[in-house]
């Protein structure tokens, strides 16, 4: 069984920083894509950063600049650090990791920021 946790979300003032860690275990061979995905009351889920296997990377517009995604693939793990935060980044936080066909996901960490 496969496990996606994910931690570090939490409550910041604007300007501020946070880190977020997903830890992927289980039964997988090996990873492919690894992201960050949020969700905003009211809105639709959106990509947020994502890092291929290679250490490719792409970024939302919104986020360009203050955001660096990076992963530790003999620890199947991906590292959201979130600098310059703006109140609209507040928003439920998920992990996605997909091995091959499977897309995992993990349950959210929420992210808020104070104006």
């Known amino acids: 069984q496969v496990q996606v946790v994910e931690s570090g979300g939490g409550l910041v003032q604007a300007g501020g920083s946070l880190r977020l860690s997903c830890v992927v275990s289980?039964?997988?061979?090996?990873?492919?894509?690894m992201g960050w995905y949020r969700q905003a009351p009211g809105k639709q889920r959106e990509s947020v950063a994502t890092?291929?296997?290679?250490?490719?990377?792409n970024y939302a517009d919104s986020v360009k600049g203050r955001f660096t995604i990076s992963r530790d693939n003999g620890k199947n793990t991906v590292i959201l650090q979130m600098n310059s935060l703006k109140p609209e980044d507040t928003a439920v936080y998920y992990c996605?990791?997909?091995?091959?066909?499977?897309?995992?996901w993990g349950q959210g960490t929420q992210v808020t920021v104070s104006s």
């Open positions: 996605k990791a997909t091995a091959i066909t499977t897309v995992y």
């Open positions: 289980g039964s997988i061979f090996r990873l492919n894509s």
């Open positions: 890092i291929s296997s290679g250490g490719s990377t």
